[in-house]
């Protein structure tokens, strides 16, 4: 059986996840423990990075390369087009979501997670003990903004990546409006890859994560709460409810309505 080495809130990891339920792959997921979990991944696969997937003796690394490795030893539903344009189009996208949604999309998370104590506890694992929920919760956010800018996460950057998000978002609901999928009229690597990647700016409905039920549907404020980008959220959701298994359907391992964020 596929194994896929991955983080669960990782939206690489989600973008593998969705491109191998959409592909009908049996697959287990093995939570990589941060710092020490990723040193021994290492030693597996040569990287420490999630996501990986382990295919027999095969380790990949890389979200792209994996998509791109599943399309050729399982070229049952494909993702990548034949037509020269549509593959254009369709790496091209790829590319882009990967760059400018998933590193964007991180930057808000972050943001939203240093303002709002409340949901910065609740995406603690919920085996994590009261104490440490009760510690992580006082933290201020004026402190978490301070320390987040000496590696790239502070106040202005979350809000030069809330703003080029808006305009990812409005692009992307345009786009769509009048079109089932990104490029053609079947799925394909870009519409796995920018559903996947967008996560963490709201969080599916259904049971596709293992995140607190309070979470689902929640995200990022003024992104996940704006009805102009109701069109790509839709599309999204109508995406995952055909081709996402709910949590549960796959192996787990032994090793391991639009709202914004303002849980009570």
């Given amino acids: 059986m596929l194994e896929l080495y991955q983080f669960e809130l990782s939206q690489y990891s989600e973008k593998v996840r969705l491109i191998l339920d959409y592909k009908e792959l049996e697959y287990r997921k093995i939570e990589v423990t ?6 021994e991944l290492l030693q597996k696969s040569g990287s420490k990075q999630v996501p990986v997937l382990k295919d027999g003796s095969t380790y990949i690394a890389d979200s792209t390369e994996i998509a791109f490795y599943l399309d050729r030893k399982y070229p049952e539903r ?40 409340n949901f910065r506890t609740s995406v603690l694992p919920q085996e994590t003990p009261d104490l440490v929920k009760n510690l992580v919760g006082a933290i201020p956010g004026e402190l978490l903004d301070v320390l987040g800018m000496g590696v790239g996460f502070g106040g202005d950057a979350v809000k030069d990546a809330k703003k080029g998000l808006k ?33 963490l700016l709201k969080f599916p409905e259904g049971s596709y994560l293992n995140i607190p039920s309070q979470l689902k549907g929640k995200g990022i404020p003024g992104l996940a709460d704006n009805s102009d980008y109701d ?19 796959t192996t787990p391992s032994n090793d391991a309505a639009p709202t914004s964020i303002e849980i009570e």
């Avoid at 189009?89 to 790829?94: A, K, P, R, S, V």
């Avoid at 990967?98 to 998370?109: H, N, Q, V, W, Y």
């Avoid at 839709?234 to 359907?249: H, I, P």
Wanted: hydrophobic share 40%.
């Fill in 34 to 39: 941060p710092g020490v979990g990723q040193i």
């Fill in 78 to 117: 494909p993702i990548i087009p034949e037509d020269p344009l549509a593959k254009g189009q369709c790496l091209l996208i790829e590319e882009w979501a990967d760059e400018s949604m998933g590193l964007k999309g991180r930057k808000a998370f972050i943001g939203a997670l240093n303002q709002n104590q």
């Fill in 167 to 199: 305009q990812d978002l409005e692009a992307l609901s345009l786009i769509l409006q009048h079109k089932p999928y990104l490029v053609g009229d079947t799925p394909t690597l870009a519409d796995l890859a920018v559903a996947g990647l967008s996560i």
């Fill in 231 to 249: 069109v790509f959220f839709n599309w999204r959701d109508r995406l995952y409810a055909e081709y996402r298994k709910a949590t549960g359907s």
